[in-house]
């Protein structure tokens, strides 16, 4: 059975830094790529980062400050947040999205993702 599990989520000042995690099970990371969405209040949810073989994507909003990786030993993939500012404010998940339709440029459509996780809370405020 395949299965996400986040963590690393909390309460930072702007201008501050996150690390999240995402446990997989049931699966290889070499199966799929992995992707991190937030969830805003109100907003549509917006892939964040995507990571597979050989390849990482991010939106431009976070290009620069947010760093996707993975251990595939632990089956755990990262995603470390610098710089972070209020509107990174909101619910991170991971899910997962295959390599073929992440390549394509897909990555940012979140309709495609699946097996999502319960989400962690990132919250920015001073």
């Known amino acids: 059975q395949v299965k996400l599990v986040e963590s690393g989520g909390g309460l930072v000042q702007p201008g501050g830094s996150l690390t999240l995690s995402c446990e997989a099970s049931?699966?290889?990371?070499?199966?799929?790529?992995i992707g991190w969405i937030r969830q805003t209040p109100g907003k549509e949810r917006e892939p964040m980062s995507c990571i597979g073989e050989g390849t990482t994507y991010y939106a431009d909003s976070v290009q620069g400050r947010f760093k996707v990786s993975r251990d595939r030993a632990a089956l755990t993939v990262y995603l470390q947040m610098n710089d972070l500012k209020p509107e990174d404010t909101g619910l991170y998940y991971c899910a997962t999205i295959p390599s073929t339709i992440a390549t394509l440029g897909f990555w940012q459509v979140d309709n495609y993702y699946k097996n999502w996780g319960q989400g962690t809370q990132v919250t920015v405020s001073s």
């Open positions: 049931g699966f290889s990371l070499e199966d799929y790529n």
